[in-house]
């Protein structure tokens, strides 16, 4: 390919025409594209190849554009040959791209101008890929096969002698999908053409932040290309939200598609800055406990935070958050101590009453503990105290009282119990002081009844427990009025938590149990004077299944004896007294006159010659027949009857004499 260089002026072909003011200048770069390739920004030769190698019809030439740059073009001229020439480029990277485009600015002129047989207004554009630069003058071979033909490119301008001066913008799109990078090459048949500048290059879609998302720079293989974007600094996907990373479109034209899907959000201690899609720190003084889209605040009361990006404030010295608290609630502290305390004693029970504190901290959720301790005799100053045992019952029950008062029962006669009021409220529990506190002290009276003593077991099933023991011997006036028990299971889970019953003899039978469990058992009576102590704790258990208490075994062994005798002696007396009645019976039939028996069974026959007085035959012959059956007819002579008997059902009579 010749190389001359002018300064915008004719060729020694009279070309120049073609390249004077036609040079125009290009658009410039943008940045969702990416060149690969520019022929106005080269200053020395372009180095491209042409063929025949020998020829001289391609000829490449130097000249200023319309900001005064250098630049190189090409120009061929071949109006009266129909032979092909060939021009290609040198090996162009195609980077990550698959789809390139071509932009070429050409000018072409008109053939009827020239007045040539084989003159064409056309030219055609090939490609080569290749993963390296291997080409050389004789290989690939110049033919389309195996470049791969783009396109046959007209001119919407003709250039004319003494004409306007226009060029022509054309902007071809290659897939190309193999090899690592191309060459282009045209081919002249008998056109007369220069190319003023050829542009290869790709469209991406540039680095943007949307959303609180960064999305890289992404070259779109189709038409539309998914991009994966992260979150910005400081923004975090918020709990809860899908664990999906953002996502964006990106189309074929390089620019991003809609908006993104992001639930990136700023993480707590910083807020959103619309303006640039950026988390900016909170200041000092104000947090932000949450992410998200919010702003910052400033600390609550009692709190405060000199570290810029803080998601809460610190609490000052003395000053508490509970556990339930939000991270932004007011720091508060403990309660006063309770005031005026009152006692009232009836024997082993005590009444407390106090009032409310001066100070409840800064919270509403004030409530009061109350400490049972057993002292001791004082030694010196200080006396020696123990917490109370579980037999001491406090209504209503503890840990957490509302009200300011409660009844403690169960204490022990002639004793000295110290009982410590606390009032506590939500950070009692995190702080490092112990609760404020007043304190009561309480000796008991010594009427009370003494414990109980011989709790034993009187019988045992599979789910009972039959106990008795001997009531207390009292030294004063007040005599026993019930007693309380009590009962638990001695292993397990359900050890230690005691159930109560009362009783008002020395007796009581515990229903509902556990079968093959022990129990612990405790009896305390109660006189008018209040309740004494519990007695010794004592094991008992119950039976497994199918066992029974071998008492009651034989107990209802010997009553269902007594019920079989005195069934059989019932039923032989009766055997008895019949055969001795129907024995009886058989001897006064057989001792009247006039009666005889006929066989086995009890026929009498009355023979009225016996009989002095008719009526009395006539007596015994109706003891078996209804009376109104019986008629006398006539007396004939001494001793002699005419009996007519008469039977309804059939009315059929017999006449007897």
């Not at 658009?27 to 020829?55: C, F, I, Q, Y």
């Not at 029970?349 to 100070?359: A, F, I, K, N």
């Not at 004063?476 to 009590?486: E, F, G, I, P």
Request: charged residues 20%; proline residues 8%.
């Amino acid at each position: 390919m010749r190389d001359r260089r002018t300064r915008g002026g004719a060729s020694p072909r009279g070309l120049g025409p073609l390249l004077l003011p036609l040079l125009l200048l290009l658009g410039r770069n943008r940045a969702d594209e990416e060149v690969l390739m520019n022929t106005k920004l080269e200053t020395s030769d372009l180095r491209w190849t042409a063929h025949p190698v020998d020829g001289q019809e391609w000829e490449e030439l130097s000249g200023f554009d319309d900001e005064a740059r250098s630049v190189r073009t090409v120009q061929i001229c071949t109006p009266s040959s129909p032979a092909s020439y060939w021009l290609r480029t040198r090996w162009i990277p195609r980077r990550a791209a698959t789809k390139l485009l071509v932009e070429i600015r050409f000018t072409v002129m008109e053939c009827s101008s020239m007045n040539q047989r084989h003159c064409k207004e056309t030219f055609n554009l090939f490609y080569y890929a290749a993963d390296a630069d291997e080409a050389t003058p004789t290989h690939p071979a110049w033919m389309e096969n195996p470049y791969t033909k783009v396109a046959t490119i007209a001119a919407d301008h003709l250039l004319r002698k003494d004409g306007e001066k226009r060029s022509n913008l054309k902007l071809l799109e290659l897939e190309v999908r193999r090899g690592a990078g191309l060459y282009l090459a045209f081919q002249s048949q008998g056109a007369c053409m220069a190319l003023l500048s050829v542009r290869v290059f790709y469209r991406k879609c540039p680095p943007v932040r949307r959303a609180f998302a960064s999305f890289p720079e992404t070259v779109p293989h189709s038409l539309v290309e998914q991009a994966q974007g992260v979150c910005v600094e400081n923004a975090v996907t918020p709990p809860g939200e899908d664990a999906q990373p953002p996502t964006m479109l990106c189309g074929e034209n390089g620019r991003w598609v809609e908006q993104p899907t992001s639930s990136c959000a700023c993480r707590p201690g910083y807020e959103a800055d619309d303006a640039s899609m950026r988390c900016r720190a909170c200041p000092s003084g104000h947090f932000k406990t949450a992410s998200g889209g919010g702003g910052c605040s400033p600390c609550p009361a009692n709190s405060n935070t000199r570290i810029p990006g803080s998601a809460y404030c610190p609490c000052h010295q003395g000053f508490d958050r509970a556990d339930s608290d939000h991270p932004g609630a007011a720091c508060t502290r403990p309660p006063s101590a309770p005031r005026l305390p009152v006692s009232q004693l009836n024997d082993t029970t005590v009444t407390l009453e106090w009032s409310e504190p001066l100070e409840r901290g800064g919270r509403v959720d004030l409530t009061y503990r109350v400490l049972c301790s057993i002292c001791g005799p004082a030694v010196g100053l200080v006396a020696s105290c123990v917490p109370c045992d579980d037999s001491v019952l406090f209504q209503p029950p503890q840990p957490e009282l509302t009200r300011r008062r409660v009844v403690i029962r169960g204490l022990r006669p002639q004793t000295r119990y110290m009982f410590t009021i606390q009032s506590v409220n939500g950070v009692s529990a995190v702080s490092q002081s112990e609760p404020a506190s007043v304190r009561v002290n309480v000796t008991t009276s010594r009427d009370v009844p003494p414990p109980v003593t011989a709790l034993r077991g009187a019988a045992a099933t599979e789910n009972s427990l039959s106990l008795e023991w001997s009531a207390p011997v009292l030294q004063n006036q007040h005599a026993v009025l019930d007693y309380q028990v009590r009962y638990s299971r001695r292993d397990g889970q359900e050890a230690g938590q005691w159930q109560y019953v009362s009783s008002r003899s020395a007796s009581v039978v515990l229903t509902g149990l556990q079968r093959a469990a022990p129990y612990q058992v405790q009896v305390r009576a109660r006189s008018q004077a209040g309740y004494g102590s519990f007695s010794a704790t004592t094991t008992f258990s119950t039976l497994p299944d199918g066992g029974a208490n071998p008492q009651l075994v034989l107990t209802a062994v010997l009553i269902s004896v007594g019920i079989l005798l005195a069934v059989a002696a019932t039923t032989a007396a009766l055997l008895c007294y019949r055969r001795r009645r129907r024995s009886r019976r058989r001897s006064d039939v057989s001792d009247k006159p006039g009666h005889y028996q006929m066989g086995q069974t009890m026929k009498v026959y009355i023979d009225p010659f016996t009989y002095e007085d008719p009526n009395e035959a006539v007596r015994e012959f109706a003891k078996e027949i209804e009376a109104s059956f019986v008629k006398i007819e006539e007396v004939i002579g001494a001793g002699n009857l005419h009996l007519s008997v008469c039977y309804p059902p059939q009315h059929t009579c017999l006449s007897v004499t």
